[in-house]
């Protein structure tokens, strides 16, 4: 394993990583998939109306492809406390192995921030249909729970992930948005 520093991220890091960074890849963490379990009431959401987010869930066999992004030794301790306060609302520093997607290098020690159940703000598994409808209902402070869905949607495509919990969801989004608009 390398003394590299590295953070993996798999939700909004994807595409709006927001810290300076040496290098970022296409990269996979084993035995964990990505899933909108998290209640947001702040960014996404509110206290009274909390949008979904995703976290990360053991599962067996499973493999969650994200975005690894190196770090330069000096900012570490920067790009943690700006994380820290990032990922509030029941997130927490994980240690994992990072895999790179293109097989060029080998695996790295890195950390992920996860939302673990009995944390305040998780929510659990729902039908993606009662996910979708708080989703359309849902703005923080960080803007639109639906923009969100649909940005990481697309970023993942773009990283060639696949992820049928987000697709699915993104594609009942995307329809029930078409429908509200064809409405007006």
Known sequence: MSSERWIFGYGSLVWRPAFDHLERAPAYVRDFA???????????GALRAPGRVVTLVREAGAHCLGVGYRIAPDAWESVIR???ERESGGFERVGVELGFADGSR?????LVYVAPAGNPNFLGPAPVEEIAAQVLLAHGRSGSNADYVMRLADALREIGADDTHVFELAE?????????GAGR
């Open 34 to 44: 990505r899933r909108f379990w998290q209640g947001s009431p702040d960014h996404r």
């Open 172 to 180: 009942r989004v995307a329809v029930a948005r078409g429908r509200a």
């Open 106 to 110: 080998r695996p790295v020690r890195g």
């Open 82 to 84: 700006t994380l820290d």
